[in-house]
């Protein structure tokens, strides 16, 4: 997955506009305030069409792929000279503007809800869960492991839907002082593996505690945070009609427009629209909203983790944030290209790529800085590390390509692709005492080689 530099020529517009991404990726400006450089036909025609997904051959650096999501498109995938996006009409036309040609993807699969109703999933999805449906197997299990696993409701979606957080520990009902981390899942609609991450950490962590000596001994000494689903009204969205409708966003109406909808994971209020890592049109994949924190999904999140500092002390130490797809483990910055960058040290980038190496080496995944990709402003992990000092981090999970299933794989990978993370997710659980740890500096930042909550 490591990017390779492109040899050869390019389009006139093209190698003005990389001229500038060295500092400031180029069309950036042009390209989102401006969406009007794509015919006014197809420009009219988004809010009646679903995006589709586009293989794009060229694009090899950082930079020429940060000037595509300038379009407005999503970047769902990176290879050595191509990359996959996801765009409507206008966003497409605007990427052709910039040289490239692009190969349209199949769609992804129509059929029947696998229950004969909508608002389900398609047969051959039948085993992933809607928000009913987690809902209803979470509160069976806090029934049934409630000396272990407590149930929040810390906020509502922008449809009026619970917004859940799930405690894991051995003590559950009371505020130790242990180390916490966090779990979080389903910020992209149309990403529902990763409800299903979330759900096999509740299985495995109550079903193992007492059998498992690692998940024992981490309910024991953490306090685990898993909140299931970030984005429930735009999840149940994209499964409404029996057609998957690649829908990324929340479901928040934009005012002055027809679009609907913030891609919650550049809403986040750290270098929130800093970078061109983020786009300010409404119609776009990555709609950063009208101001930071404006979505209430991220509002909720927010309010929680800051709830989790105690004293001027956070007491959640790391995070993982899951996503799909392309199998990366991926850490701060996402909004510039340095590797400590204003707010990180040596050491902790480090210490990031440290841990983040060896999840990788245990899941299979690459591991890479997140701007390795493309420049990304108001992301969770960016947040999370420059806010509060969380050791954050983003998987990408199962497939590597859009031609294994992209963002619909089918529900015979859940097991295995939810059961590969277990040993990272462990890992991380292992070391939130003292992340230095991992370059063998515990004496020098944490008190006897240990931090406590």
Not at 87 to 102: H, I, K, N, T
Not at 135 to 162: C, F, M, N, W
Not at 166 to 172: F, I
Not at 282 to 305: C, H, I, L, M
Request: glycine letters at 8%.
């Amino acid at each position: 997955m490591r990017p390779r530099r492109i040899r050869g020529g390019r389009t006139t517009v093209l190698a003005a506009a990389l001229s500038l991404a060295l500092a400031a990726p180029i069309a950036a400006t042009q390209a989102q305030a401006s969406p009007s450089g794509a015919p006014p036909s197809a420009r009219a025609a988004r809010t009646a069409e679903l995006p589709h997904q586009y293989e794009v051959s060229g694009p090899a650096t950082p930079a020429e792929r940060t000037a595509l999501t300038a379009t407005g498109a999503s970047v769902d995938e990176v290879h050595g000279r191509a990359v996959v996006i996801t765009a409507d009409r206008a966003q497409a036309a605007l990427v052709r503007q910039l040289g490239y040609s692009l190969r349209k993807l199949p769609d992804p699969p129509s059929a029947p809800a696998a229950s004969g109703r909508i608002k389900d999933f398609p047969a051959g999805y039948a085993n992933y869960h809607t928000y009913d449906e987690a809902t209803k197997e979470i509160d069976a299990l806090v029934a049934k492991y409630p000396a272990i696993l407590s149930k929040q409701v810390i906020g509502k979606s922008h449809e009026g839907r619970d917004i859940l957080a799930l405690k894991l520990s051995k003590n559950v009902t009371k505020d130790e002082n242990e180390p916490e981390v966090l779990f979080t899942a389903h910020q992209h609609a149309r990403e529902h593996l990763t409800v299903e991450m979330a759900l096999y950490l509740l299985n495995e962590f109550t079903g193992k505690y007492g059998s498992d000596d690692r998940i024992t001994k981490m309910l024991d000494s953490r306090e685990i945070w898993i909140i299931p689903d970030l984005n429930p009204d735009g999840g149940e969205y994209d499964i409404a009609t029996g057609k998957f409708q690649s829908w990324r966003k929340n479901r928040q109406p934009n005012a002055g427009s027809n679009e609907v909808g913030t891609d919650l994971n550049r809403n986040w209020d750290f270098k929130w629209g800093c970078c061109n890592g983020s786009s300010d049109d409404p119609g776009d994949e990555t709609y950063r909203g009208p101001s930071a924190a404006s979505a209430p999904e991220v509002q909720v999140v927010s309010k929680f983790v800051h709830s989790r500092n105690v004293g001027g002390k956070q007491q959640i130490k790391a995070a993982i944030d899951f996503h799909t797809y392309s199998e990366l483990v991926l850490w701060p910055f996402g909004f510039t290209n340095d590797e400590t960058g204003p707010g990180m040290t040596q050491d902790e980038h480090d210490t990031f790529a440290a841990i983040g190496k060896k999840m990788a080496a245990s899941n299979g995944y690459t591991p890479e800085q997140s701007s390795e990709l493309y420049i990304t402003d108001g992301a969770i992990d960016d947040w999370l590390w420059g806010d509060q000092k969380v050791f954050a981090y983003t998987f990408e999970m199962y497939p590597s390509s859009a031609g294994s299933g992209g963002f619909y794989p089918k529900d015979s990978v859940i097991p295995k692709e939810t059961a590969r993370n277990k040993d990272a997710v462990l890992q991380l659980l292992e070391t939130a005492d003292c992340p230095y740890r991992a370059i063998g500096k515990e004496q020098q930042y944490c008190k006897g080689g240990r931090t406590r909550g």
